[in-house]
Structures are given as structure tokens and as C-alpha cells.
């Protein structure tokens, strides 16, 4: 009975090991890997009559930053996603969406957030996880 169940289970391990064996370099093995891209969603807003409000649904490398997201959102369509940014020894400050200028007299700025909690990190540092909302939102200080 025990010899019969052996066999096909070899066979089995032998289909789904890699070469080498399990003490590869391998942080990523297991039978169901972690996929190498993950789904976020990506929300452009300001509580102004002429901004428009939208999202975008991406599929973007694992370990992404929000600021790749930006740029993601950009390559799928730079007519609704557009921003610019100034470069710090903290990395990107972004300045503008969709041509909607923070402005340090009005006290305004553009926050990151992700499922609606205000992120403590910028968007060249701050790396999304699959399903997450995020969102760049017109704000005042
Ligand atoms: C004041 C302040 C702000 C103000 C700046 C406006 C102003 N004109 O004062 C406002 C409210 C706009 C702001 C926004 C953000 N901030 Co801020 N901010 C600060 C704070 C409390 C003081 C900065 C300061 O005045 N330094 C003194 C001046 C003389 O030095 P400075 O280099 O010229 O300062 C400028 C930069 O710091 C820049 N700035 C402010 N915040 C950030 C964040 C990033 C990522 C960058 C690149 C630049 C930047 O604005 C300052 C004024 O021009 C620091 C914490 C601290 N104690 O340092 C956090 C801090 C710098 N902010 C932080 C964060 C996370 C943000 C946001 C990403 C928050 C969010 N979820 O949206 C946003 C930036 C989003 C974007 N558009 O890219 C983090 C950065 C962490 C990191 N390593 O990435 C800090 C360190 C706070 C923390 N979490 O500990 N911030």
C-alpha cells in the first residue's frame, strides 16, 4: 500500500521541484509562488468644480513604489494622469496633477494615501501591495 502511494508521489515532486532542489537560492519557492505583479488601484482627486476625478485599475510589478504607480498610470494614459514633481534629498515631492499646482501661499499640497489612511512616507518610498487603493488627493496643511 505504502510502496503503491510512493511512487506517484515522486513522480509528483520530481514535476514540481526545480532543478536543484529545494536549497536553491529560492525565497521565492513554494508550490504557488507569489505572483511577480500585482492589481492596485490608482485615484486622481480634488474637491474643485474643474478637476476631474478618476481612476485607474493597473497591474504593476510587485514591489512597486507609488511613485512607479504614478508613472504606470501615466503610460496607460497621459491624458488623465499627469503630474510633475520636484526631486529632494527625500525623493519625489509631487507638485502637480493633472496641471493642479500645489501652492505653499494657498497652503495646499498633494497627499498620498492608501485605502484612505494618510501614508508617512513619500512616493518614491512607499511600496504598494496587491489590491491596495491609493490615492493623490488635493489637500490643505
Ligand atoms: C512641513 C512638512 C510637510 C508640509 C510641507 C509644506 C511646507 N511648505 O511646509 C506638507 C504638509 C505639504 C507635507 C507633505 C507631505 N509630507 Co511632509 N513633512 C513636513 C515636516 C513636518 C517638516 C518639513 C520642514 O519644514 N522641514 C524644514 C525645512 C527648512 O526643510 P526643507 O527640506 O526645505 O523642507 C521641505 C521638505 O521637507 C518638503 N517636504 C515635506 N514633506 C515632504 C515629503 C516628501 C516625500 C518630500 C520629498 C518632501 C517633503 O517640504 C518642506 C518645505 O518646503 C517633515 C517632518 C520633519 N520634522 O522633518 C514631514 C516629512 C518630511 N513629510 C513626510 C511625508 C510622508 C509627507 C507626505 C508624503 C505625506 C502624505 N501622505 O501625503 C506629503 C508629501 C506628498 C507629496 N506631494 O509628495 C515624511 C517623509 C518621510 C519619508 N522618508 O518619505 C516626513 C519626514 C514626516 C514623517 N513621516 O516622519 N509635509
Known amino acids: 500500500m505504502m510502496q503503491s502511494l510512493a511512487i506517484p508521489l515522486a513522480g509528483f515532486l520530481l514535476l514540481v521541484l526545480p532543478t536543484g532542489g529545494l536549497c536553491q537560492d529560492s525565497e521565492d519557492f513554494s508550490l504557488f509562488p507569489r505572483p511577480r505583479k500585482v492589481f492596485v488601484l490608482y485615484s486622481i482627486s480634488a474637491d474643485i468644480s474643474t478637476f476631474?476625478?478618476?481612476?485607474?485599475?493597473?497591474?504593476?510589478?510587485?514591489?512597486?513604489?507609488?511613485?512607479?504607480?504614478?508613472?504606470?498610470?501615466?503610460?496607460?494614459?497621459?491624458?488623465?494622469?499627469?503630474?510633475?514633481?520636484?526631486?529632494?534629498?527625500?525623493?519625489?515631492?509631487?507638485?502637480?496633477?493633472q496641471g493642479l499646482m500645489a501652492s505653499d501661499k494657498q497652503r495646499t499640497y498633494w497627499e498620498l494615501m492608501s485605502n484612505d489612511v494618510r501614508l508617512d512616507k513619500g512616493a518614491g518610498n512607499y511600496k504598494v501591495t496587491t489590491w491596495e487603493r491609493l490615492e493623490i488627493r488635493y489637500s490643505k496643511y
Open 52 to 97: 476631474t476625478n478618476d481612476t485607474v485599475l493597473l497591474y504593476v510589478l510587485r514591489d512597486s513604489t507609488f511613485f512607479d504607480v504614478m508613472n504606470a498610470a501615466v503610460a496607460k494614459d497621459c491624458s488623465r494622469f499627469r503630474f510633475t514633481y520636484e526631486y529632494s534629498n527625500l525623493g519625489p515631492y509631487i507638485t502637480s496633477v
